[in-house]
């Protein structure tokens, strides 16, 4: 099992920043991609930025990101950080860390949460006007 635990989540006003992190820990052998995805309530959970944790390969981001948000990687700690700056409240939401499944072949890194197997308990951010 994987055990995947957020933190840097709090209050911020509009325009400024926030780091996300995500220390992953457990069996982590089968996991190609780990990812971000956030979700108010009402809707449903939607993805932000995902990267490769066992290859070389770019990450992927939603389009509102629009250049505001970093993510990266450190393999060797099996963590994923996510930089988020220029926050806006269409922003605010609980984030959560998630870590795939993949027993054979390349893995895509999508944004889909079906992809992801294991998740955090989330991180609550807040954007006021």
């Known amino acids: 099992q994987v055990r995947l635990v957020e933190s840097g989540g709090g209050p911020v006003q509009a325009g400024g920043s926030l780091k996300l992190s995500c220390i992953a820990s457990g069996y982590m052998d089968d996991t190609q991609c780990m990812a971000w995805f956030r979700q108010v309530p009402g809707k449903e959970r939607e993805f932000v930025a995902s990267v490769p944790i066992k290859r070389a390969g770019r990450p992927y981001y939603a389009d509102f990101v629009r250049a505001r948000f970093i993510v990266s990687r450190d393999n060797g700690k099996n963590s994923l950080i996510l930089q988020m700056n220029t926050l806006t409240p269409e922003d605010a939401g609980m984030y959560f860390c998630?870590?795939?499944?993949?027993?054979?072949?390349?893995?895509?890194?999508?944004?889909?949460?079906?992809?992801?197997?294991?998740w955090g308990q989330g991180t609550q951010v807040t954007v006021s006007s």
């Open positions: 998630a870590a795939d499944l993949v027993f054979a072949g390349r893995a895509r890194c999508g944004g889909s949460s079906e992809d992801y197997v294991y």
